[in-house]
C-alpha cells in the first residue's frame, strides 16, 4: 500500500474510447475498453488526490469516490477536459480518442444504396494537443498506442504535444494494450529518460506511473 503522496493534488484522467455517430443508429469506435484510465483514477484516488475522471462509454463499473464525467463524442470530452483543466495539477489522457470524425452526421438513418458507400471524415480535436498549449503549470501524461516504431512515435508525441511524460505501449505485444487486464509499457520523459517496465496488471502500471510524476514533480531523475 502506497502513503497519500498525492493528497492535495487534483487528477484530471481520460479513459475510454469515444463515438463518434455516423446516423442516429450507427458510429466509428475502437476497441478501448477503459480498463488503464479507471486503474489510473482508482489508483490516484487511493493516494489520496481529487479525482474527475472524463470517460468515453465503457462496460465498467464508475469508481467510488471520483467526480465522473460521462461523454461520448471527441467534441464533448474536448469540451469536459477543457473546462477541469484549469483546476488540474495532473493530467492523464488514456482515453482512446477518435483522430476523424463522419463529416457530416446524417439525421436520419442512412438508406442502403446499390453500389459502394463512401464515408467522408474530418479530422477531429485533437484534444492532448489543445492541453499542450494551454497548459501553465499542470503535469501532462499522454499515451502512445502503436504497432510499430513505438519508442520513436512515442517521443516525437512528446514533443508535438509538448507532454512532459508518455506512457507507450505496443498494443500488439502480448499481456498490453485494449481490452487486457495487464499491460506493457515504457515510460518516457519530456528529458529524454526512458524506463521500460514489465508486463504487470493495469493496477501496477497505474501506480509505478504516479511514482515517476512524483519524482519529476520534485525534480528527481527516474531511476
Ligand atoms: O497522436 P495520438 O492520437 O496517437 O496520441 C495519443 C494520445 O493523444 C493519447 O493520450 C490520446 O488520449 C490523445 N488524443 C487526444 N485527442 C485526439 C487524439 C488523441 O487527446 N483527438
Known amino acids: 500500500v502506497r502513503p497519500l503522496d498525492l493528497h492535495g493534488k ?7 474510447p469515444t463515438r463518434e455517430k455516423i446516423d442516429p443508429v450507427r ?4 476497441h478501448a475498453s477503459g480498463k488503464m484510465g479507471y486503474a489510473i483514477a482508482e489508483a490516484a484516488r487511493d493516494r489520496g488526490a481529487e479525482v474527475v475522471l ?6 465498467l463499473k464508475k469508481p467510488d469516490g471520483v467526480r465522473f464525467v460521462a461523454v461520448e463524442s471527441v467534441q464533448e470530452m474536448f469540451d469536459a477536459v477543457m473546462e477541469h483543466l484549469p483546476k488540474s495539477d495532473i493530467v492523464v489522457k488514456s482515453a482512446a480518442v477518435s483522430d476523424y470524425r463522419p463529416k457530416t452526421v446524417h439525421a436520419h438513418k442512412m438508406k442502403k444504396g446499390d453500389g459502394p458507400l463512401v464515408l467522408e471524415l474530418d479530422k477531429a480535436p485533437d484534444i492532448l494537443k489543445t492541453i499542450g498549449e494551454r497548459k501553465t503549470t499542470q503535469f501532462v501524461v499522454g499515451f ?6 513505438l519508442i520513436k512515435h512515442a517521443k516525437s508525441k512528446v514533443e508535438r504535444k509538448n507532454l512532459d511524460m508518455i506512457v507507450a505501449n505496443n498494443v500488439l505485444a502480448e499481456g498490453a494494450g485494449m481490452g487486457s487486464d495487464t499491460n506493457v ?13 514489465e508486463k504487470l496488471s493495469k493496477r501496477e502500471v497505474a501506480d509505478k506511473l504516479f511514482d515517476a510524476v512524483l519524482l ?8
Not at 10 to 16: D, K, P, S
Not at 54 to 59: D, Q
Not at 144 to 149: G, N
Not at 216 to 223: A, F, G, N
Open 216 to 223: 519529476k514533480l520534485s525534480e528527481r531523475p527516474l531511476s
Open 27 to 30: 458510429y466509428i469506435t475502437n
Open 10 to 16: 487534483r487528477v484530471l484522467v481520460t479513459a475510454g
Open 144 to 149: 502512445a498506442a502503436e504497432t510499430q516504431d
Open 185 to 197: 509499457v515504457t515510460l518516457l520523459t519530456r528529458a529524454g529518460e526512458q524506463v521500460d517496465l
Open 54 to 59: 472524463v470517460s468515453g462509454p465503457t462496460a
